[in-house]
T-cell receptor, first 112, second 113 residues
Framework: AQSVTQLGSHVSVSEGALVLLRCNYS??????LFWYVQYPNQGLQLLLK??????LVKGINGFEAEFKKSETSFHLTKPSAHMSDAAEYFC??????????FGSGTKLNVKP | GAGVSQSPSNKVTEKGKDVELRCDPI?????LYWYRQSLGQGLEFLIY????????KSGLPSDRFSAERTGGSVSTLTIQRTQQEDSAVYLC???????????FGQGTRLTVV
């Protein structure tokens, strides 16, 4: 069975600081992995995804994530936080043709 | 349409009334999901439709909740005898099998008073 764990329901960083949002998953087969972002009062939009190939994937707004099979992790990072990054971030896993499983989300607060 | 469309965007209803929430997925997408997002909570899976297969209803919280998908396209989520704890944003998403990305609608904000 698949599952996704996001450590930390709330993360607070200062503007310009490193952003690190953690995601661990369990999957019985090589997974597809995703990060979605949800800005206030909006739906979710895809930030980046890993399917096959290069394990370091780059997404929009300067975010990137690295698939580490040995650690079953797909942590999201951004070198320098911007105020506009304040949002809720969701990690998700799917086993290709099966349904998506989402983590519980991490709310990112960026302090000026 | 170009994206997943949900209606209404906001719904206020009295406790005990029934409500219907609609989702128009992206044309051609075979899979459709309903999620619930309560205040301060993460995404709660409700139901999953994939083509003509039997839906995965494992996330429906009670028998007051039901959903159908007509003609493999539009879906309606029905909540009977609404309760205050049903207040939440209900999100719909669709994807094409193997497309590896789910596209979300803007959600319906349901408030039960």
């Amino acid at each position: 069975a698949q599952s996704v764990t996001q450590l930390g329901s709330h993360v607070s960083v200062s503007e310009g600081a490193l952003v690190l949002l953690r995601c661990n998953y369990s999957s019985s087969v090589p997974p597809y992995l995703f990060w979605y972002v949800q800005y206030p009062n909006q739906g979710l939009q895809l930030l980046l995804k890993y399917t096959t190939g290069a394990t370091l994937v780059k997404g929009i707004n300067g975010f990137e994530a690295e698939f580490k099979k040995s650690e079953t992790s797909f942590h999201l990072t951004k070198p320098s936080a911007h105020m506009s990054d304040a949002a809720e971030y969701f990690c998700a896993v799917s086993e290709r043709i099966n349904k998506f499983y989402f983590g519980s989300g991490t709310k990112l607060n960026v302090k000026p | 349409g170009a994206g997943v469309s949900q209606s209404p965007s906001n719904k206020v209803t009295e406790k005990g009334k029934d409500v219907e929430l609609r989702c128009d997925p992206i044309s051609g997408h075979t899979a459709l999901y309903w999620y619930r997002q309560s205040l301060g909570q993460g995404l709660e899976f409700l139901i999953y439709f994939q083509g003509n297969s039997a839906p995965d209803k494992s996330g429906l919280p009670s028998d007051r909740f039901s959903a159908e998908r007509t003609g493999g396209s539009v879906s309606t989520l029905t909540i009977q005898r609404t309760q205050q704890e049903d207040s939440a944003v209900y999100l719909c998403a669709s994807e094409t099998r193997g497309m590896t990305e789910a596209f979300f609608g803007q959600g319906t904000r349901l408030t039960v008073v």
